[in-house]
């Protein structure tokens, strides 16, 4: 492919702004992305608002919104203009209008005025009697051009339909799937302008594909029935088609049966806002949805951007359907995490810390640096962001909740309290507050009362945090300082027995 891809190489993403953006929408955006800043083209914005019933207010700054959040950038855009401006189909009549006359002038389109209720009927006839195609039997067809433009001309209420060859083929190279052939006389005459004047996607996408020089539209396979269309749209204007790649769309997998169907909320989360609250972070969702119908060779998994972009290929684009697997981006999520240098990682779970008000607002230098030293101990054991607040809320609390089980597990134990007396009047004589200093204090406790380190470690964790398991309790202590852990401790001696 490299080397017969033809320069510049221009993608779109043209979604409808009929709501949040979905997983499946910005897994096409990484493909377009991945493939227009792989071959060094452009990725054009398009957004095709021609349905006007279905428009949501505010999808369209969403979607904006979220490739930003994302770092997919695009080089044209409604938002951001550019020469083939606008990038909004609402403010494009004019072309559709133009090209739909020429099409009714050269037969391969026409007027139909019939009814509602009429094509209903038709449709459901047709559907019953399994007469094919189902759907519009082509009566306005029948009528001249004359009566036709006559009739239009006097104001009455049409649509405007493409004329669709009655017989033969119709077929089309997709670059991943290879030939597709869809029987003609299975396709009805379908809409190309509406009675309010707007056109459908059927004719809006091509001619914009057009106009805007698309050379390849990768979208999913959801769109792939309508490309036969598109096809002999292209081939009456005179117009080259772009070259088609329809990845396969997403699935996911039943927990319990096991089952894959269509990747819906049972899967995980459909909008791609939601990952940010759940804790997702931005380079771990791309390089997970990436990979969502993409397949880099061999078995990498974590990549880069600039790792993808480079290994980016149509070839590595599977027809076959990929599972949204949510535990592999949970795990993915936890390697990115661990990746973060100590500034990224205070400045990504910062918002989750200060929601759960555990940290201030507008946090100073002695805050800003104790919640460094708090995030860098659990950062290994992170998987999202938004675990950080249940993870770390014992260093931030005066009162660390406590957790029952293990409270009675090991501190309402016979040797807890000799063993929390010990520990503590070892920490107080410690002369310095480190790490080492504090292993040497519980070690000397453990020797004095001649029981195991652990035997020390486990009563100790429980009075200073509240909780069972957590990091190193050497360097949880170091992080908490003397005077918490001291008034912990004194305070946990009362659960111990006498
Ligand atoms: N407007 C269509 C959508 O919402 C675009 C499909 C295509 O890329 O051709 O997905």
Same mark, same amino acid.
């Given at each position: 492919?490299?080397?017969?891809?033809?320069?510049?190489?221009?993608?779109?993403?043209?979604?409808?702004?009929?709501?949040?953006?979905?997983?499946?929408?910005?897994?096409?955006?990484?493909?377009?992305?991945?493939?227009?800043?792989?071959?060094?083209?452009?990725?054009?914005?398009?957004?095709?608002?021609?349905?006007?019933?279905?428009?949501?207010?505010?999808?369209?700054?969403?979607?904006?919104?979220?490739?930003?959040?994302?770092?997919?950038?695009?080089?044209?855009?409604?938002?951001?203009?550019?020469?083939?401006?606008?990038?909004?189909?609402?403010?494009?009549?004019?072309?559709?209008?133009?090209?739909?006359?020429?099409?009714?002038?050269?037969?391969?389109?026409?007027?139909?005025?019939?009814?509602?209720?009429?094509?209903?009927?038709?449709?459901?006839?047709?559907?019953?009697?399994?007469?094919?195609?189902?759907?519009?039997?082509?009566?306005?067809?029948?009528?001249?051009?004359?009566?036709?433009?006559?009739? /239009?001309?006097?104001?009455?209420?049409?649509?405007?339909?493409?004329?669709?060859?009655?017989?033969?083929?119709?077929?089309?190279?997709?670059?991943?799937?290879?030939?597709?052939?869809?029987?003609?006389?299975?396709?009805?005459?379908?809409?190309?302008?509406?009675?309010?004047?707007?056109?459908?996607?059927?004719?809006?996408?091509?001619?914009?594909?057009?106009?805007?020089?698309?050379?390849?539209?990768?979208?999913?396979?959801?769109?792939?029935?309508?490309?036969?269309?598109?096809?002999?749209?292209?081939?009456?204007?005179?117009?080259?088609?772009?070259?088609?790649?329809?990845?396969?769309?997403?699935?996911?997998?039943?927990?319990?049966?096991?089952?894959?169907?269509?990747?819906?909320?049972?899967?995980?989360?459909?909008?791609?806002?939601?990952?940010?609250?759940?804790?997702?972070?931005?380079?771990?969702?791309?390089?997970?949805?990436?990979?969502?119908?993409?397949?880099?060779?061999?078995?990498?998994?974590?990549?880069?951007?600039?790792?993808?972009?480079?290994?980016?290929?149509?070839?590595?684009?599977?027809?076959?359907?990929?599972?949204?697997?949510?535990?592999?981006?949970?795990?993915?999520?936890?390697?990115?995490?661990?990746?973060?240098?100590?500034?990224?990682?205070?400045?990504?779970?910062?918002?989750?810390?200060?929601?759960?008000?555990?940290?201030?607002?507008?946090?100073?230098?002695?805050?800003?640096?104790?919640?460094?030293?708090?995030?860098?101990?659990?950062?290994?054991?992170?998987?999202?962001?938004?675990?950080?607040?249940?993870?770390?809320?014992?260093?931030?609390?005066?009162?660390?909740?406590?957790?029952?089980?293990?409270?009675?597990?090991?501190?309402?134990?016979?040797?807890?309290?000799?063993?929390?007396? /010990?520990?503590?009047?070892?920490?107080?004589?410690?002369?310095?507050?480190?790490?080492?200093?504090?292993?040497?204090?519980?070690?000397?406790?453990?020797?004095?009362?001649?029981?195991?380190?652990?035997?020390?470690?486990?009563?100790?964790?429980?009075?200073?945090?509240?909780?069972?398991?957590?990091?190193?309790?050497?360097?949880?202590?170091?992080?908490?300082?003397?005077?918490?852990?001291?008034?912990?401790?004194?305070?946990?001696?009362?659960?111990?027995? /006498?």
């Amino acid at each position: 492919m490299s080397d017969h891809t033809p320069t510049p190489v221009r993608v779109r993403l043209a979604p409808s702004p009929t709501g949040l953006p979905h997983v499946g929408i910005i897994r096409n955006a990484i493909f377009n992305w991945l493939m227009a800043r792989h071959y060094g083209g452009q990725f054009v914005f398009r957004l095709e608002d021609t349905d006007q019933a279905r428009l949501v207010p505010g999808s369209a700054q969403a979607l904006y919104d979220t490739l930003r959040w994302l770092g997919l950038d695009y080089d044209e855009g409604p938002d951001i203009g550019g020469p083939h401006a606008p990038y909004v189909q609402s403010e494009r009549l004019d072309r559709y209008r133009e090209v739909v006359d020429r099409l009714i002038a050269e037969g391969h389109a026409y007027q139909c005025f019939c009814s509602q209720e009429r094509i209903q009927e038709v449709r459901e006839a047709r559907r019953q009697a399994n007469i094919h195609p189902h759907g519009y039997d082509r009566h306005c067809r029948a009528l001249s051009l004359e009566e036709r433009n006559r009739r /239009a001309a006097e104001g009455e209420a049409h649509v405007v339909r493409f004329a669709t060859p009655l017989d033969g083929d119709t077929t089309f190279q997709d670059e991943v799937r290879g030939a597709i052939t869809y029987a003609n006389r299975e396709l009805d005459d379908h809409v190309l302008l509406k009675s309010d004047g707007f056109p459908t996607y059927q004719l809006a996408n091509v001619v914009d594909d057009h106009l805007m020089e698309i050379t390849h539209v990768i979208r999913s396979e959801e769109w792939l029935p309508s490309t036969p269309r598109h096809v002999l749209t292209y081939r009456v204007l005179g117009w080259e088609p772009p070259k088609f790649v329809h990845p396969a769309l997403l699935m996911g997998r039943d927990p319990q049966s096991g089952k894959i169907s269509k990747f819906s909320k049972r899967h995980g989360a459909q909008f791609v806002r939601e990952y940010e609250e759940q804790g997702y972070l931005t380079e771990a969702l791309v390089n997970f949805l990436a990979l969502l119908g993409w397949a880099p060779g061999g078995d990498r998994e974590i990549m880069t951007r600039e790792e993808m972009i480079q290994l980016f290929s149509l070839e590595g684009i599977n027809p076959s359907p990929s599972v949204f697997d949510l535990e592999k981006l949970t795990w993915m999520n936890g390697v990115y995490i661990r990746s973060l240098s100590e500034a990224e990682l205070v400045r990504r779970c910062l918002p989750f810390l200060q929601k759960a008000g555990l940290v201030s607002e507008a946090p100073g230098e002695v805050e800003q640096a104790y919640v460094t030293q708090v995030l860098k101990l659990e950062q290994e054991r992170m998987k999202t962001l938004a675990e950080a607040p249940a993870l770390t809320d014992f260093f931030f609390r005066d009162e660390p909740e406590l957790d029952e089980a293990a409270v009675t597990k090991r501190l309402r134990q016979p040797q807890a309290g000799s063993v929390l007396d /010990a520990v503590t009047r070892r920490l107080e004589a410690a002369s310095t507050w480190d790490v080492e200093a504090l292993e040497q204090a519980v070690n000397a406790a453990s020797e004095e009362l001649g029981v195991k380190k652990a035997d020390v470690i486990h009563p100790t964790r429980v009075a200073a945090t509240g909780r069972g398991v957590g990091p190193g309790l050497f360097e949880t202590l170091w992080v908490l300082g003397r005077e918490r852990v001291l008034a912990r401790l004194r305070k946990a001696r009362a659960l111990a027995p /006498a």
